[in-house]
């Protein structure tokens, strides 16, 4: 999808229709707008069902200050004018205020982006706005003054988060990114004492290259492989809708009958990935013209391992993700459903998926399927494509029943008896 070919209207749309169709606003809050190359400032309406808006309800605003369209632009109008004024390089703005971000704003504190890898890069640094009334000069003032100093995300006191960036497509990551960093650290704080990455964690992270593999031209796509792309893509939304995965993060792969995989691309946004943008490995070369997930070595590795393993899943869910940024340790046995598909999941250092492949590789299995890495990732291995995802599913529906368990009483796991009867009634040993 070329999104920088839309209109700026259905832009606003677009992204309206994400930010309230995950619950990160409410029918009247939130607004976005886009600096038009003649000038123009287009906006969504004050006043509009943000779940039902269309290209008709936008609002332009010419550089003349003509008003054009049949609502009135958004109360918070005045900030999104000024910050195009005092900042030539921001060219769309996104103001929202979802749950998790609001609890920071109201304690006024900035979530930290330093949990897992790549956090920082795209939420930037990050400031805070000093409280006004919404629609104010002394509010836009407020927030263009955080503005000048040359971040691209500022909290507002009291009131949620903007964001301002190149295009309304780089804002909304941004604003994504940084409310997925608030709802980990919340539930890692339920659960224990989040841990940021250090330093050295940091630089190690940066040597996470692109992999590096000689190209090869497909002479074919064998039925097989055009209805794996396909389904696979349903699942990359359905990750998507379900919150398992972020526009920027989650890898799929799966292993085809000749030996090959195919795995998701680097760097596209999950919401719009299409079977032609999949990308097919075989041996140590990848599909002409594509470039796979970082993690593609690992997924190749677990392959090699294990013949009966036919799907990988590299994600950040929230929930699950809480046990890999701090100390609390994952314990599956909480129901025997859980425990059946997830086993017992152990939890390896940072850096391991990327910097040892082939001994991380080794870790995983039919009898442990999923493995944590510490702020970093989850990795789960499935006998299909849905075996994996369900346990991806599995993994982040228990790790929520945990920490919500954790703030109601003592929690109670299946005895070593109960669990020994689980194995012998599903041959799990």
Known sequence: MRLDLMHPADQLVTIMRRIYGYGMTTTSGGNLSILDDNGDIWITPAGVDKGSLTQDDMVRVTAKGEVIGRHRPSSEWPFHSILYKRRPDIKAVLHAHPPALLGFSIVRKIPNTLLIPNMEKICGEIKIATYEVPGSDELSENIARVFDTGVNTVMLENHGVVVGHTDLFAAFRAFETLDFCARLEINALRIGTPRSLSEKNIEISHTKNNVELDDFIPKKHSSEERLARVKMCQLISRSYDQRLFTSTQGTFSERLSDGSFIITPYG??????????????????????????????????????????????????????????????????????????????????????????????????????????????????????????????????????????????????????????????????
């Open 268 to 429: 596209m946004d999950r919401k719009y990935i299409r079977p032609e943008d999949i990308v097919r490995i075989d041996g140590n070369k990848k599909e002409f013209g594509k470039n796979p997930s970082r993690s593609a070595l690992l997924h190749q590795e677990i392959y090699k391992n294990n013949p009966d393993i036919n799907s990988v899943i590299v994600a950040h869910p929230p929930n699950i993700m809480a046990f890999a940024v701090c100390d609390a340790v994952f314990d599956s046995r909480i129901i025997p459903e859980s425990y059946i598909m997830l086993r017992d999941v152990p939890k390896l250092p940072f850096g391991s998926s990327f910097m040892q492949p082939k001994l991380t590789a080794k870790e995983i299995s039919t009898k442990t399927p999923v493995v944590l890495i510490e702020n970093d990732c989850v990795i789960v291995a499935g006998t299909s494509l849905i075996n994996a995802f369900d346990r991806l599913e599995v993994a982040e529906y228990s790790a929520k029943a945990i920490i919500a368990a954790s703030e109601l009483g003592d929690i109670y796991k299946i005895d070593d008896r109960e669990i020994s009867r689980i194995n012998i009634a599903f041959n799990l040993d």
